[in-house]
Nanobody
Framework: VQLQASGGGLVQAGGSLSLSCVVSGSGPNLFAVGWYRQAPGKEREQVAIVYSTGLITYADSVKGRFTASRDTAKNTVGLQMNSLKPEDTAVYYC?????????????WGKGTLVTVSS
């Protein structure tokens, strides 16, 4: 499974950006796809996850502002980010995963930088 994210950039506070991730490669049915982010000096954190059941979960810090989506026909996962804040500045990573015997296999794309200026 390979993941390719795009759409990062520089935006002013209050603005919007849209991220997209193409999920390619043969493999098992994915249990979850989504987005994580890592700000400078901080640990990577979960932003939004789309589960194969249709459930979508969000970090409290982005609820009401970010919307994640998955298009299984196009093999893409998106993240619409509105009302951006300087604290949303981070490298955003696309993630996908599935269960394997005895555990869970994660796949990561290269990050895309989102910078929100005040």
């Amino acid at each position: 499974v390979q993941l390719q994210a795009s759409g990062g950039g520089l935006v002013q506070a209050g603005g919007s950006l849209s991220l997209s991730c193409v999920v390619s490669g043969s493999g098992p049915n994915l249990f979850a796809v989504g987005w994580y982010r890592q700000a400078p000096g901080k640990e990577r954190e979960q932003v939004a996850i789309v589960y194969s059941t249709g459930l979508i979960t969000y970090a409290d810090s982005v609820k009401g502002r970010f919307t994640a989506s998955r298009d299984t026909a196009k093999n893409t996962v998106g993240l619409q980010m509105n009302s951006l804040k300087p604290e949303d500045t981070a490298v955003y990573y696309c993630n996908a995963g599935h269960f394997v015997a005895g555990g869970y296999q994660n796949y990561w794309g290269k990050g895309t930088l989102v910078t929100v200026s005040s």
